[in-house]
Structures are given as structure tokens and as C-alpha cells.
T-cell receptor, first 117, second 111 residues
Framework: DSGVTQTPKHLITATGQRVTLRCSPRSGDLSVYWYQQSLDQGLQFLIQYYNGEERAKGNILERFSAQQFPDLHSELNLSSLELGDSALYFC????????????????FGPGTRLTVL | GENVEQHPSTLSVQEGDSAVIKCTYSDSASNYFPWYKQELGKRPQLIIDIRSNVGEKKDQRIAVTLNKTAKHFSLHITETQPEDSAVYFCAAYSSASKIIFGSGTRLSIRP
């Protein structure tokens, strides 16, 4: 157990709908990262938040948005869902902001599997 | 744009033999190169990493080498065991917080 929690574990919804995925980082970690892993695909970095502020953006679609709250949990909002959005969404957390800083290992949550029908 | 190429996509080795997975990156600002292991249905876990000021790092049966000039880094697993079977991902991180993963290598260990 990495100490990072994600809810829900599974989510099934229809095209055009909107969903929210939730992540609670490890105690003491200030950074949260979101990743998308499509079937048989690698990990795509979506976005990073550090202490409530957006820190870095990857290949995140405009239909997707995220935020990090004062208690440091984060939510990823996916709207106007398409079939191709079906994937495993991972959240990870780390203590610091700089992704390549020493002692800033990312710990991944168990993921949320999203199925869009 | 920046990318990370990972080869091979699948690899099957006899138990006890060595396995090598290679990655090439394009962003010369990349300075941190972790390797993750992902077992079926589970989360990625960091197994080893290397920073741009180091050429090689070892941790028991696992080693990583980095050639900054060639923008190339490799994962070496010696004396492979059945529990090494998994998908392995390389990644390249830059100080600009760009994080790019390779497409993964599915490693199978034959008994």
C-alpha cells in the first residue's frame, strides 16, 4: 500500500457525461500528479499540482480539468466523455514540487478504471 | 515534440538469464530517469532511478546506465526470476516538470 488513495475504484458511464475522480495523497506529500493509462498503452502525464497550485501540464485535454484543495486532496474532472476516454487513471503524490528533485519519489495510487459506453 | 522511445515492446527470457530494456529520449533538458515496474492490474512502482550526473547505478540484481551524449538509458536485470515478470516503463523528467513515459516492455520469464 503506497498510502495514496483513489476513489472510485471503477466507474462506468455513458458518452457525453461528466465524472469526477478523487485522490488523497500520502500524508505530508504536497504534490499530486494525474496520469492516464489506456489499454495496452503507456502512461500519459496529464497534470501536476503542488500545494494547491497548478505546477505542470502534460497532454491534458481541454475537456479535462483538475484542482487541489486546501486539505491537499485532488480531483480530476472529465467532461463530454468519449469512448476513447476509457482508461485507467492514476494519481501519484510526492513530497516536493520539482519532479526531478532528490528524495521526491512519486508513489502511485491504485487507480480508477473508467469505462465509457 | 519530446518523446521517449522504449524497446523492445515484449521480451521473453529464460529464468536465470539477463534482460535488457532500452530507452531513448529527445529532450536534452531531461535530468531524471526512473524505471517503473507494473504488475498486472496493479499500480506502477519505482524500482530504480538515475540522475543526469551519474552514469550507472546498481541495486542488487537491477542496474541502470545512462549515456547523456546519446540520450540513451537502459535497465539491466540479472539472474531473472519468475517474479520479475511484469511491464516495465522508463520515463524522462526535466526540470521544467515535463514527464514523458516510454510505451512499456512486457517482460516474461520462462521457467
Amino acid at each position: 500500500d503506497s498510502g495514496v488513495t483513489q476513489t472510485p475504484k471503477h466507474l462506468i458511464t455513458a458518452t457525453g457525461q461528466r465524472v469526477t475522480l478523487r485522490c488523497s495523497p500520502r500524508s505530508g506529500d504536497l504534490s499530486v500528479y494525474w496520469y492516464q493509462q489506456s489499454l495496452d498503452q503507456g502512461l500519459q502525464f496529464l497534470i501536476q499540482y503542488y500545494n494547491g497550485e497548478e505546477r505542470a501540464k502534460g497532454n491534458i485535454l481541454e475537456r479535462f480539468s483538475a484542482q487541489q484543495f486546501p486539505d491537499l486532496h485532488s480531483e480530476l474532472n472529465l467532461s463530454s466523455l468519449e469512448l476513447g476516454d476509457s482508461a485507467l487513471y492514476f494519481c501519484a503524490s510526492s513530497p516536493l514540487a520539482g519532479v526531478s528533485s532528490t528524495y521526491n519519489e512519486q508513489f502511485f495510487g491504485p487507480g480508477t478504471r473508467l469505462t465509457v459506453l | 515534440g519530446e518523446n521517449v522511445e522504449q524497446h523492445p515492446s515484449t521480451l521473453s527470457v529464460q529464468e536465470g538469464d539477463s534482460a535488457v530494456i532500452k530507452c531513448t529520449y529527445s529532450d536534452s533538458a531531461s535530468n531524471y530517469f526512473p524505471w517503473y515496474k507494473q504488475e498486472l492490474g496493479k499500480r506502477p512502482q519505482l524500482i530504480i532511478d538515475i540522475r543526469s550526473n551519474v552514469g550507472e547505478k546498481k541495486d542488487q540484481r537491477i542496474a541502470v546506465t545512462l549515456n547523456k551524449t546519446a540520450k540513451h538509458f537502459s535497465l539491466h536485470i540479472t539472474e531473472t526470476q519468475p517474479e520479475d515478470s511484469a511491464v516495465y516503463f522508463c520515463a524522462a523528467y526535466s526540470s521544467a516538470s515535463k514527464i514523458i513515459f516510454g510505451s512499456g516492455t512486457r517482460l516474461s520469464i520462462r521457467p
